[in-house]
C-alpha cells in the first residue's frame, strides 16, 4: 500500500503506469494512476466541476473528493491530499449506494443550473433585438 504519490503532467497517458505517480493531464483535464492499494488496477480520474477538483500548491498535488474503486476487486478507499495518500475506510454497499446517489443529485443541480442559466439570458438577447 502506497502512502506517497507524486505529480506528473503529460499530454497522454502512457501505456504502462509506474506505481506511485499520478498522471495529469491537462490537455484532457483527466488524471489516472495505479490503485494506491498496489493491485495494480488503473484509475481514472476525470478533472470537471461534476467529477473531481485537482489542486497543485506548490507540486502538492491533491485530488477530491476520495477515489472509491467501487467496481474493482480490492474496492480501496483513499484521499490524495498534498501528495499523501490517506487510507480511509472501506464502505458498506448502502453507503455506496447513498454516494453514488448524491453525486448523481449533485451532476443533475449542475447541469440543471447550467441550462437555466443559458434561459435566463434569452430575455435579454431578445429585449436587445428590439431597440
Sequence with gaps: MLNV???EYVESFPKILED???YISKKFQ???????????????TPIRPTEYRLTDQDGRISLHPSIGNWNHPCQSHYVIRDNKVLWA????PDEIK?????DDAEK???FGAKKESWWRK??????????
Excluded at 488524471?31 to 493491485?39: E, F, I, K, T, Y
Excluded at 475506510?89 to 458498506?92: A, G, I, Q, T
Excluded at 447513498?98 to 448524491?102: E, T
Design 122 to 131: 434569452v430575455p435579454r438577447w431578445i429585449s436587445r433585438c428590439f431597440r
Design 98 to 102: 447513498h454516494g453514488r446517489a448524491r
Design 5 to 7: 504519490i507524486r505529480p
Design 20 to 22: 506511485g505517480v499520478l
Design 89 to 92: 475506510e472501506k464502505m458498506l
Design 30 to 44: 483527466t488524471s489516472c494512476h495505479r490503485c494506491c492499494c498496489g493491485c495494480g488496477t488503473k484509475i481514472v
Design 108 to 110: 443533475a443541480a449542475y
